[in-house]
T-cell receptor, first 117, second 117 residues
């Protein structure tokens, strides 16, 4: 079974520029998550999709971040314009609708490391 | 407001000995607790979980203990192996689809485990 794919793996941009990340979840996984992991911290959920609908985007800075999941499969996360504090690893995860001990296990991609200079 | 805390940034143990990683939480509404393992340049991978109705869950060399009254959980690895060297994240959530706390994952800041040969 192929894992969660993300691209690019690394990105360096200047502040005020725009950037986009792409995620392809595991086939059949209805739920997709975008996390931000700042150095020295744990991953923080930015947005959660169920199919192509948003379930939770309470921690997404909507003035500069946007995300979409067209057709309920691939997803893109965009930052426009970027700030220095956006430097982080952006992780995508997906989960299956099947419950395992009452919890949907989340499978993570390798992440995109963003550096804003 | 750090709802999930891992107070030890790093831990070093000898191969064959026991590794004990600790995690504290503040939200009494959390129902599920998970441990994720992360190697450099990879996404976190699920390791083991425990629901609040249990106080222990074991999977091979890995055992998670939950003390609800103290709002504390720990991960025991016995015996420790050099391949266990990684960052370990504790995460917590409410019941998926249930009431109470949100069902998104709240991560701790991680503990870097180094197992010396």
């Amino acid at each position: 079974e192929a894992g969660v794919a993300q691209s690019p793996r690394y990105k360096i941009i200047e502040k005020r520029q725009s950037v986009a990340f792409w995620c392809n979840p595991i086939s059949g996984h209805a739920t997709l998550y975008w996390y931000q992991q700042i150095l020295g911290q744990g991953p923080k959920l930015l947005i959660q999709f169920q199919n192509n609908g948003v379930v939770d985007d309470s921690q997404l800075p909507k003035d500069r971040f946007s995300a979409e999941r067209l057709k309920g499969v691939d997803s893109t996360l965009k930052i426009q314009p970027a700030k220095l504090e956006d430097s982080a690893v952006y992780l995508c995860a997906s989960s299956s609708p099947k419950l395992r001990e009452g919890w949907n296990e989340q499978y993570f991609g390798p992440g995109t490391r963003l550096t804003v200079t | 407001d750090q709802q999930v805390k891992q107070n030890s940034p790093s831990l070093s143990v000898q191969e064959g000995r026991i590794s004990i990683l600790n995690c504290d939480y503040t939200n009494s509404m959390f129902d599920y607790f998970l441990w994720y393992k992360k190697y450099p340049a990879e996404g976190p991978t699920f390791l083991i979980s425990i629901s609040s109705i249990k106080d222990k869950n074991e999977d091979g060399r890995f055992t998670v203990f939950l003390n609800k009254s103290a709002k504390h959980l720990s991960l025991h690895i016995v015996p420790s192996q050099p391949g266990d060297s990684a960052v370990y994240f504790c995460a917590a959530s409410g019941t998926p689809g249930g009431g109470g706390a949100t069902n998104k994952l709240i991560f701790g800041t991680g503990t870097l485990l180094a197992v010396q040969p």
